[in-house]
C-alpha cells in the first residue's frame, strides 16, 4: 500500500532564483513520514540516520495548490527501516528521496529492535519494487 | 467581504516547547495576503511597512490540518492600506495581526499611489468595525 | 545598558524577490532575546504576547555577514515586560521592533509575577528614551 | 584545500524535541557551498541535482554559538562536480553530505559545461580521498 500525504508550500519557500529552496521542500517529504507515524501507538522514537534526494525538477508556490507526497517503505531491518518518496507536482515528480528511520530509545540514547507492532504498521507500506 | 485562506502548518513548525514559532506563523498570515494579490492583475508592487501581532494563543501542529486565515481590509490610503487578519485554531484566534502595506515601485525605489484598480480591489475587502 | 547580539542570514532566507523574507527577519531578533534570557538562573517561562515591527529597509544576504541585533527594555510591569530591538544593516536600523514578554508559568499555563532575580535581570537593560 | 565557513543556528531550528531539524541543518551546508562560488566571476548557474546526507549526531542550539562546515571537492566531470561537506559541533561530525551540483544554463534550462574558470575555481578544493 502507498502512503499519500497533502502538502502544501508557502510563499516564502521559493528562494531568489524563484525555485522552492532545496531544504524547505525536505521539510514537506518529512511531513509525509510523521504522518505515516501518527497512528502508531505510543511514542515514535525514530531517527532519521540518512537520506538520500534526487531533484528532478523546480518546484513553484502556487496560491492555494496543494502537493502529494507519495511514501513506500521499501526495507524492515531489526532496528531500522527504509522508505522511499516521491514529491509531485503538475503529475511529475520533483523529488525523489529515499529515508532510512532508526527506531531509537531515547532514554538509553540507543538504537532498539523494531516493536512488533511497528514491524506490521510499517510492513502495510512495504511496495513494489525497490528503484535503488 | 472577508477574505479565507486555508494553511497547513508543518511539523518542524514547533519549537522546542512544543509550541508552533511565533515568526514561523506569521508566514502563514503572509501566504493569505498573497492570495488576495494573485487575482490583480499585473505586478503587485507592495511592501509590507508594518506589522503588529498579538498573539492570544499556543498553535499546535496536528497531521493533515488546516487552519483558516481571515482577512478584512481596514483602511485604504493614498499610498498604503491596511489588513486586520486572523489565524484560527479550535475555533479560536490564535494571531490577531494588523498588515500595513505600502503600495511600491521597485523601478524607482519609491512609494506610488494605488491604482484605481488596486483601490477597487482591496475596497472589496473593507470590512466591518476596526477592532482597534 | 544596551544588549548587543550578533547574528548571521542564510542564503535561503530572501524571498523571490531578493530580499530577506519578513517573517524570517524576526527569527534573528528572537535570538537576541533569547540570548538575554541565557544567563538568567532557571527555566524561563516566558511569552511573546504581542510584537510590533516596522520595516525600513530591505535586508540583504551577503556571505559571512553577521548583522547586529540592539535591544532595551523599555518597561518592567508587574507581569510582564517590553523591550524595544533594532536589527541593523551597513549601520542603518532596517527593522525596528517591540516586544511585549509576559512572564509565564507553563505548569498552571498563566501568567506569572516576574521574580525579583528576574526584575533585576531586566533591569540592568532599562534604557535611554522610548522612541515610541 | 578544504574549505571552511562558519554559521550559527537560530533558537527556532531546534524542533519540539530539542533537536536541530534536519532538513534546516542543511541550510548551513547550502551556505557554505554559495560562500565557495561567492568569489567565482560572473553568474554562478548551479543546480543542485542530487544530496546524500548522514546524520550522525543531534545538533544543539547554543547561544552565539558558530559551527564550521568543511568542503572538499570529490569530483569534477564535463558537467557537474561533487563536494563532500561536514557540519561540525563538539569537534565531532554532526552531519556528512555529499552534494552533487550540476552547471546549469537557466537561459537554456539545460545542464552546460563547466568553463575553465570554473574548472579552475573548484580543483582547489579537490581534495584527499573520497570516501565514497
Chains 1, 2, 3, 4 share one sequence.
Not at 534526487?54 to 518546484?59: E, V
Amino acid at each position: 500500500m502507498r502512503h499519500e500525504h497533502l502538502v502544501q508550500l508557502r510563499w516564502s519557500d521559493p528562494d531568489s532564483l524563484g525555485h522552492v529552496n532545496h531544504a524547505r521542500a525536505l521539510s514537506l517529504i518529512e511531513d509525509a513520514r510523521l504522518a505515516m507515524v501518527a497512528d502508531l501507538p505510543g511514542e515514535p522514537g525514530l531517527i532519521l540516520a540518512r537520506l538520500e534526494v534526487d531533484y528532478f525538477r523546480q518546484l513553484y508556490y502556487r496560491t492555494g495548490e496543494r502537493l502529494v507526497v507519495r511514501t513506500v517503505v521499501t526495507r524492515i531491518g531489526t532496528k531500522s527501516f527504509a522508505v522511499r518518496q516521491e514529491l509531485v507536482q503538475d503529475d511529475e515528480v520533483a523529488i525523489h528521496a529515499v529515508a532510512v528511520m532508526v527506531t531509537f530509545d531515547f532514554a538509553t540514547d540507543s538504537s532498539r529492535p523494531l516493536t512488533d507492532a511497528e514491524r506490521a504498521h510499517w510492513s502495510r507500506y512495504l511496495g513494489g519494487v525497490t528503484r535503488q
